[in-house]
Nanobody, 124 residues
Framework: QVQLVESGGGLVQAGGSLRLSCAAS????????MGWFRQAPGKEREFVARISASGGRTYYADSVKGRFGISRVNAKNTVYLQMNSLKPEDTAVYYC?????????????????WGQGTQVTVAS
């Protein structure tokens, strides 16, 4: 098993930046692909980004492509989400998740472990 704890959320003005972190427990972090999802009030949880176990491949939702960057440092058991040019529509609770499988996927059901989430609010 792996336990995930997100941090780095907060309130930011539109056009600003935030970096989210997700710290994982356990020795097998480098075996998991990692993803970031978000959920706004009244909406379904949606895929934001994914990074392969080695960090060599990344995937993004069209809505964040070119603005967000996902990265990981396996030696630190941590995955990051750098968010730039933030928009009010990026406001949501952001979750990191771990996937034991290697096949890329955007459905939340594909991911096996979840953090508790961190709130990001972008003011206009």
């Amino acid at each position: 098993q792996v336990q995930l704890v997100e941090s780095g959320g907060g309130l930011v003005q539109a056009g600003g930046s935030l970096r989210l972190s997700c710290a994982a427990s356990g020795r097998s972090f480098s075996r998991y692909a990692m993803g970031w999802f978000r959920q706004a009030p009244g909406k379904e949880r949606e895929f934001v980004a994914r990074i392969s176990a080695s960090g060599g491949r990344t995937y993004y939702a069209d809505s964040v492509k070119g603005r967000f960057g996902i990265s990981r440092v396996n030696a630190k058991n941590t995955v990051y989400l750098q968010m730039n040019s933030l928009k009010p529509e990026d406001t949501a609770v952001y979750y990191c998740a771990a996937d034991e499988g290697a096949t890329p996927g955007v459905s939340p059901t594909k991911y096996d472990y979840w953090g508790q989430g961190t709130q990001v609010t972008v003011a206009s």
